[in-house]
T-cell receptor, first 116, second 111 residues
Framework: GAGVSQSPSNKVTEKGKDVELRCDPI?????LYWYRQSLGQGLEFLIY????????KSGLPSDRFSAERTGGSVSTLTIQRTQQEDSAVYLC??????????????FGEGSWLTVV | DAKTTQPPSMDCAEGRAANLPCNHS???????VYWYRQIHSQGPQYIIH???NNETNEMASLIITEDRKSSTLILPHATLRDTAVYYC????????????FGGGTRLMVKP
């Protein structure tokens, strides 16, 4: 597609339920990133993928969070047993190449998650 | 990544140039200066980036001082739609290639 596509754009879920958030990066982009932003707060880096592998998962807030990427394209961020503090906008981004400076990152419009 | 310092907020009159400063005194030789903006809580929008030379595109101009310790983003004719939080970011080469966002500058364009 022309840009980074995320779905759903909005999700309201009950506390304790699992949610999956999907990211479709710009075609041909090998690097993919997940961030989240709570209301009125800054952007918090969660995880990145180089191809299908995620070298560093330390940014994930807890073991309830996991992410995968298949085929070097689509990525899914899964939150298990959601809590109210998980309410935030989850932003996905992608960039063309890995490990090269001057490599512009482009963001999607985000998935708004509300846990009630 | 080198840290950046930006004023927390600025005002600009509609139609005038908005000049947003950024200090990055500890920048390394291989770090680029990137600017993004975020309107409400939409995804950050890429504006411009540069290494040493001044850069210009359809959105803005980027002026980097000769010692690279500071830069200025210039929106030549600000409109109300330019009201946003503007982030200045410098990136370490081969460090996960990610962006680390600071507090940014909240630019308010006023009629």
């Amino acid at each position: 597609g022309a840009g980074v596509s995320q779905s759903p754009s909005n999700k309201v879920t009950e506390k304790g339920k699992d949610v999956e958030l999907r990211c479709d990066p710009i075609s041909g982009h090998t690097a993919l990133y997940w961030y989240r932003q709570s209301l009125g707060q800054g952007l918090e880096f969660l995880i990145y993928f180089q191809g299908n592998s995620a070298p560093d998962k330390s940014g994930l807030p807890s073991d309830r969070f996991s992410a995968e990427r298949t085929g070097g394209s689509v990525s899914t961020l899964t939150i298990q047993r959601t809590q109210q503090e998980d309410s935030a906008v989850y932003l996905c981004a992608s960039s063309p190449r890995w490990g090269k400076s001057g490599n512009t990152i482009y963001f999607g419009e985000g998935s708004w998650l509300t846990v009630v | 990544d080198a840290k950046t310092t930006q004023p927390p907020s600025m005002d600009c009159a509609e139609g005038r140039a908005a000049n947003l400063p950024c200090n990055h005194s500890t920048i390394s030789g291989n770090e680029y200066v990137y600017w993004y903006r975020q309107i409400h809580s939409q995804g950050p929008q890429y504006i411009i980036h540069g290494l040493k030379n001044n850069e210009t595109n359809e959105m803005a101009s980027l002026i980097i001082t000769e010692d690279r310790k500071s830069s200025t983003l210039i929106l030549p004719h600000a409109t109300l739609r330019d009201t946003a939080v503007y982030y200045c970011i410098v990136r370490v080469d081969n460090a996960g290639n990610m962006l680390t966002f600071g507090g940014g500058t909240r630019l308010m364009v006023k009629p």
